[in-house]
């Protein structure tokens, strides 16, 4: 088997009525040079016999960093691309982000995300965020981590994400990844994600939760959980 150019892995914990809809928008890209990698933390439902009858490599996953650098010691691709199991694609966006790395000739990016929902409240909110982390890229890296795509030889470099941490291990890895490579967080393409975390725990309560960790990474890493912040139970 010739290697992929790209290896998407998808770390899941209880993700049968999300994960389809990911897998289905993956299985219309017009860029069709990728392996899907699912990395699964022991879910109690259908979402390991999901990630088999769409022909994914299954592995075994935990938390989200220690899923997502599972899934990329198996990786085949020059490039590893992170998702989240409740977000869906575009058609195109594949073919779109490796046009958008090769033209910026990047190491690691993120990008503008799209809330899933009709809400104008969630439209502003998240509107704001891509903003922000769009405005801060050259001097404070962050990422959605609703998806982040790296060299695979880079993440390999860095050691991939940081296993001790409970929260933030997103924005941790591409500050650490743009010390050595370049990086950008991009207008376009975008993905579009669930708000079931907005509807399960409130707006504004978890607009808070997010602000208190911006403040707490200032001065230290998240290494526990600070914010009663769930996994699973979605």
Same mark, same amino acid.
């Given at each position: 088997?010739?290697?992929?150019?790209?290896?998407?892995?998808?770390?899941?914990?209880?993700?049968?009525?999300?994960?389809?809809?990911?897998? &289905? @928008?993956?299985? #219309?890209?017009?860029?069709?040079?990728? +392996?899907? !990698?699912?990395?699964?933390?022991? @879910?109690?439902?259908?979402? %390991?016999?999901?990630?088999?009858?769409? =022909?994914?490599?299954?592995?075994?996953?935990?938390? !989200?960093? &220690?899923?997502?650098?599972?899934?990329?010691? #198996?990786?085949?691709?020059?490039?590893?691309?992170?998702?989240?199991?409740?977000?869906?694609?575009?058609?195109?966006?594949? &073919?779109?982000?490796?046009?958008?790395?090769?033209?910026?000739?990047?190491?690691?990016?993120?990008?503008?995300?799209?809330?899933? @929902?009709?809400?104008?409240?969630?439209?502003?909110?998240?509107?704001? @965020?891509?903003?922000? #982390?769009?405005?801060?890229?050259?001097?404070?890296?962050?990422?959605?981590?609703?998806?982040?795509?790296?060299?695979?030889?880079?993440?390999?470099?860095?050691?991939?994400?940081?296993?001790?941490?409970?929260?933030?291990?997103?924005?941790?890895?591409? !500050?650490?990844?743009?010390?050595?490579?370049?990086? %950008?967080?991009?207008?376009?393409?975008?993905?579009?994600?669930?708000?079931?975390?907005?509807?399960? +725990? =409130? %707006?504004?309560?978890?607009?808070?939760?997010?602000?208190?960790? +911006?403040?707490?990474?200032?001065?230290?890493?998240?290494? &526990?959980?600070?914010?009663?912040? +769930?996994?699973?139970?979605?």
């Amino acid at each position: 088997m010739d290697r992929a150019v790209l290896s998407i892995v998808i770390p899941t914990l209880n993700e049968e009525k999300y994960l389809p809809c990911l897998l &289905e @928008s993956l299985q #219309h890209q017009t860029f069709r040079d990728f +392996e899907i !990698i699912v990395a699964d933390a022991n @879910s109690r439902d259908a979402t %390991r016999r999901i990630a088999r009858a769409f =022909g994914c490599k299954l592995v075994a996953g935990g938390r !989200i960093a &220690e899923g997502r650098n599972a899934g990329a010691r #198996h990786a085949q691709g020059e490039y590893v691309l992170f998702l989240d199991a409740d977000v869906t694609v575009a058609p195109t966006f594949l &073919e779109e982000l490796l046009d958008k790395i090769a033209g910026k000739n990047l190491d690691v990016a993120s990008g503008f995300i799209t809330p899933d @929902s009709k809400k104008i409240f969630d439209r502003v909110m998240v509107t704001i @965020s891509n903003l922000w #982390h769009f405005a801060i890229q050259y001097v404070y890296p962050h990422a959605s981590g609703f998806y982040i795509v790296a060299r695979k030889t880079l993440h390999d470099a860095i050691g991939g994400f940081d296993e001790e941490l409970f929260l933030t291990e997103d924005h941790d890895y591409v !500050i650490r990844a743009a010390r050595f490579g370049k990086f %950008r967080y991009l207008w376009k393409p975008r993905v579009k994600f669930s708000v079931r975390r907005f509807d399960k +725990e =409130g %707006r504004w309560r978890l607009i808070g939760k997010y602000f208190y960790l +911006e403040l707490h990474m200032l001065f230290k890493k998240v290494k &526990e959980d600070v914010v009663d912040y +769930e996994f699973g139970k979605f």
